[in-house]
């Protein structure tokens, strides 16, 4: 109850004082020394890319006079067919300025 009147009061010195007076106490009156914290150690993760999803490839034309094309070509598991879509779009149209985008999936590997 002192600890937590300190604590209303934002008095860290007399929490403090509590702290200890707690600490006495528990090993007086109870035998040994009060339960220790858990101390959490910061592990180096690694991401890496999940090798059991395939990654997605895809590319949006934004080529326009006064608004995008917006023509898409979906997404594809192989980049050439990307690249082979964006020269299609550009023999049928002219357009020459492309959104591309890559999608993976990552996992957080554990230091072994």
């Known amino acids: ?5 300190a604590r209303a009061r934002c008095d860290g010195t007399e929490e403090t004082d509590a702290n200890v007076l707690l ?5 007086a009156v109870h035998g040994g020394t009060p339960a220790r ?3 959490f150690r910061y592990m180096p993760f ?3 890319q999940d090798a059991t999803a ?20 979906g997404p594809r598991s192989d980049p050439a067919d990307v690249e082979e879509w964006q020269r299609r779009h550009t023999q049928e149209t002219r357009h020459t300025r492309y ?10 590997e ?3």
């Open 46 to 48: 690694t991401i890496v």
């Open 54 to 73: 395939e990654p997605e490839y895809e590319a949006r034309c934004v080529s326009g006079d006064e608004a995008d094309c917006g023509a898409g070509s």
């Open 37 to 39: 914290r858990r101390i």
């Open 1 to 5: 109850m002192r600890r937590d009147d």
């Open 110 to 112: 554990p230091p072994r």
């Open 23 to 27: 600490r006495r106490h528990l090993r």
């Open 99 to 108: 959104r591309r985008n890559f999608a993976d999936y990552a996992v957080m």
